[in-house]
């Protein structure tokens, strides 16, 4: 279904956590938390505060950081 706030789409709420932790790993910016959209029944990212306590956790903060260091590899290797 299309929404009119263009963001992405997540089906379930697991998609859109997953969705959240990826960003943080991707990104600068990321995205602090998600949303249920009352347009589109569907689940968006955002960067509004209040940052979700799922990334608080130490074994999500560690998931970060390690997919963060593997990413720093993978370009590194990429640019020989
Ligand atoms: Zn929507």
Do not use: G
């Amino acid at each position: 279904m299309d929404c009119s706030s263009k963001k992405n789409q997540y089906y379930t709420e697991e998609e859109a956590m997953e969705a959240l932790v990826r960003s943080h790993i991707r990104y600068n910016n990321p995205a602090n938390n998600y949303y249920l959209c009352s347009e589109c029944i569907q689940f968006h990212l955002t960067s509004r505060e209040p940052m979700h306590p799922m990334l608080k956790r130490t074994e999500i903060i560690e998931r970060i950081r390690k997919e963060q260091q593997s990413q720093d590899w993978s370009q590194r290797l990429r640019r020989k």
